[in-house]
């Protein structure tokens, strides 16, 4: 049971045999995923993780992070239990809706 998080460029966390053993607050935000492709949903996730994991060489670590690194933790360490990001929404858009969402975030903001 192991999976691979990339936070940056250059932070890579390879994680095994991974649990929660914290979560903080609450973010809402678009997702998708390679496992059902074209299509993008709104998920509410823990604002704040920490997983307590074992490294490549079987050694203990634990690491805390916040918003997307939080969830991107969240989404591939579900999919070690079998579960995808679908079961957290319920609204799957089309890259069509997908475009027009930013768009009119891109304007919200503006």
Known sequence: RGCVVQIED???FEVMYTE???TE???TGLEGCLSVPGKYG???R???VRVRAQDRNGDFFEVEDSDLTARCFCHDIEHLDGHLFVE???HLMPEE???EFIRRQEEDEA
């Open 97 to 99: 809706e997908l475009e």
């Open 46 to 48: 823990p604002e704040v």
């Open 25 to 27: 607050g609450e973010q």
């Open 20 to 22: 929660f053993i914290y």
């Open 88 to 90: 957290h929404t319920d």
């Open 42 to 44: 709104i998920v509410t």
């Open 10 to 12: 250059d932070v890579v």
